[in-house]
Nanobody
Framework: QVQLVESGGGLVQPGGSLRLSCAAS????????MGWSRQAPGKERELVSL???????NYADSVKGRFTISRDNAKNTVYLQMNSLKPEDTAVYYC?????????????????WGQGTRVTVSS
C-alpha cells in the first residue's frame, strides 16, 4: 500500500506563487508515475502534471510555462511549483501515484490518491 500526503495549499493573489508538496510512504518501489491533478467546483478532475521514474514530465496546456513538477527521491517527495497563478487555477489539488504510465495516459487512472490540498487564487 502507498500513502500520499499533500501540503502547501492556501490563499494567494493573482500573479502569486505556491509550492505544493506530496510525501509518499509505504510500498513505493513499484510506483513509476507521480502526478498532480485538480478539481474545480462543477468540473471534472483533470491532469495538471506528472513525472515518471526516469524523469520524463508532462503538463496540461493550461499550466505549461507556469508550473514545474519536480522530485526529491531521498525524501520520497514530489513538488509542484506554481507561478503566475490565475483565478482559474482555483481548485483542490490532488497528488497521485500509478504503477503504469499507460493507465495515466489513457484516462488519468492512478492507483493511489491523496486527500487533496485547496488552492484559492483571489484578490
Amino acid at each position: 500500500q502507498v500513502q500520499l500526503v499533500e501540503s502547501g495549499g492556501g490563499l494567494v493573489q493573482p500573479g502569486g506563487s505556491l509550492r505544493l508538496s506530496c510525501a509518499a510512504s509505504g510500498s513505493i518501489f513499484s510506483i513509476n508515475v507521480m502526478g498532480w491533478s485538480r478539481q474545480a467546483p462543477g468540473k471534472e478532475r483533470e491532469l495538471v502534471s506528472l513525472i515518471t521514474s526516469i524523469g520524463t514530465t508532462n503538463y496540461a496546456d493550461s499550466v505549461k510555462g507556469r508550473f514545474t513538477i519536480s522530485r526529491d527521491n531521498a525524501k520520497n517527495t514530489v513538488y509542484l511549483q506554481m507561478n503566475s497563478l490565475k483565478p482559474e487555477d482555483t481548485a483542490v489539488y490532488y497528488c497521485a501515484a500509478a504503477y503504469r504510465y499507460g493507465d495515466v495516459a489513457r484516462g488519468n487512472e492512478y492507483d493511489y490518491w491523496g486527500q487533496g490540498t485547496r488552492v484559492t487564487v483571489s484578490s
